[in-house]
Nanobody, 120 residues
Framework: HVQLVESGGGSVQAGGSLRLSCAASGYIYSRRCMGWFRQAPGKEREGDAVVDFAGSTRYTDSVKGRFTISEDNAKNTLNLQMNSLKTEDTVMYYC???????????????WGQGTQVTVS
């Protein structure tokens, strides 16, 4: 059973920063990847950033240069440092975990409960 618990959400002014964390426990996929996904009201979930078992990272264009995803393997924690936040970053953020297969990333098999970020 995989458990993902996010923390660190909150309210911040535009241009500010927040750091999200996700504590992971339970089953670990081989060739795992983890990610941060967002969901705005009335919209589908979409991925912001993922990191794979080798430490390679990928970002969606809208967050490149502003967000940094990182893992602390010793603590089984996934982090997302968010800088230069914009009002359009007002969404629910979800920590996810999955696996890579033959170069294909499926990093959203398991989901946390989400943490709200509000930028005003």
């Amino acid at each position: 059973h995989v458990q993902l618990v996010e923390s660190g959400g909150g309210s911040v002014q535009a241009g500010g920063s927040l750091r999200l964390s996700c504590a992971a426990s339970g089953y670990i996929y081989s060739r795992r990847c983890m990610g941060w996904f967002r969901q705005a009201p009335g919209k589908e979930r979409e991925g912001d950033a993922v990191v794979d078992f080798a430490g390679s990272t990928r970002y969606t264009d809208s967050v490149k240069g502003r967000f940094t995803i990182s893992e602390d393997n010793a603590k089984n924690t996934l982090n997302l440092q968010m800088n230069s936040l914009k009002t359009e970053d007002t969404v629910m953020y979800y920590c996810t975990r999955g696996a890579t297969t033959n170069g294909e990333y499926v990093c959203s098999i398991d989901w946390g409960q989400g943490t709200q970020v509000t930028v005003s």
